[in-house]
């Protein structure tokens, strides 16, 4: 079941975008990201999504939990929902993330994602 198919998105530098969706313990969620320069993916819960939200729109240090996949220009990835509610899916294009890509420019990326429900 796709859930999201975004082309050609720009991505303003110092900023990020997300999308949303929800599923059960034990879906795989398929992630597909193209980006014109690299950019970290990151996948969490909602209460941790607040938490990187609140950092990063204040510009201050934040303690988050998440997957997080580093200078992603194109890759799947594939992750297992540990618990039942809603995640988020971040494409993050700026200096926040310690360690993490800084393009320091304007990105543009296709993302799409799919949700296999656990049978």
């Known amino acids: 079941m796709i859930i999201v198919n975004e082309n050609s998105v720009n991505i ?6 997300w999308n949303y969706f929800s ?3 034990g879906d795989t969620c398929h992630i597909t990201v193209t980006a014109s ?3 970290d993916i ?4 909602t209460a ?3 938490v ?8 201050s240090a934040a ?3 998440g997957k997080i996949f580093n200078s992603v220009t194109s890759s799947d990835f594939d992750f297992v929902l540990p618990s039942t509610g809603t995640y988020y899916v971040v494409i993050e294009n700026s200096p926040f993330l310690t360690n993490g890509a800084d393009a320091k420019t304007s990105v ?11 049978n």
């Open 52 to 59: 990187y939200n609140s950092g990063a729109s204040s510009d």
């Open 63 to 65: 303690s988050f939990k």
């Open 37 to 39: 320069n690299p950019v």
């Open 23 to 25: 599923g059960n313990a």
């Open 48 to 50: 941790n999504f607040k």
């Open 12 to 17: 303003p530098y110092n900023t990020y975008r």
């Open 42 to 45: 990151l996948v969490m819960d």
């Open 108 to 118: 543009t990326a296709s993302t799409k994602i799919s949700l296999t429900p656990n």
